[in-house]
């Protein structure tokens, strides 16, 4: 391997491995403030405008783009004691008849599952857009299916509990964190 290669190849690796350690330091730093999950790129945006104020943006964009395309951006949530929450999204549709069936999201590539995931965590972060949300999909829902006349948007979410309360007897739990109900006129 020709020296300017390897150059260009420790530089690359020693970025991407700078960008992890951001990301795990906000991670970090974390559990120190009530164990509220900074948002690494505030951390990194820090750091940037110390080195470089004019730059500092468009730097941060690029890191962030990069975190989420090589996965550094997810820290290490699943192994630290404030374990995330999971959520989730159903339908109960009603016809005419007044039968009602129960509907998860057909969602059939990789692609639309990540977008409706995104999706699913602005409609928790948001409270604003939480109505706006529901009955967007509530009236997709109802486009799909046509013999439908009222539908009602679900949300849950499955809470794991933390190592204290599980030890004191506390189980993982599926729980209902919103209903929205929607009918067609």
């Avoid at 941060?60 to 090589?70: D, F, M, N, R």
């Avoid at 159903?90 to 999201?105: A, G, Y």
């Amino acid at each position: 391997m020709k020296t300017n290669h390897k150059i260009a190849l420790i530089s690359l690796l020693s970025i991407h491995l700078f960008i992890i350690v951001l990301n795990n330091i906000g991670v970090a730093n974390s559990f120190t403030k009530d164990l509220e999950l900074p948002r690494y790129s505030e951390i990194i945006l820090d750091f940037l405008k110390t080195i470089s104020p004019e730059k500092s943006n468009i730097a941060l964009e690029a890191s962030s783009v990069y975190s989420i395309y090589a996965g550094t951006n997810t820290g290490y949530g699943f192994f630290s004691p404030n374990v995330p929450t999971k959520h989730y999204v159903h339908f109960e549709l009603t016809d005419k008849d007044e039968v009602s069936s129960v509907q998860l999201p057909a969602i059939s590539s990789q692609e639309g599952m990540t977008r409706f995931s995104s999706n699913v965590s602005l409609f928790k972060q948001n409270e604003v857009l939480q109505d706006l949300q529901a009955r967007c999909w509530g009236l997709r829902m109802l486009e799909l299916n046509p013999e439908s006349k009222q539908v009602k948007v679900m949300m849950s979410a499955y809470v794991i509990p933390s190592m204290e309360a599980y030890r004191k007897g506390e189980r993982p739990s599926l729980e209902s964190t919103g209903l929205y109900e929607f009918e067609l006129n």
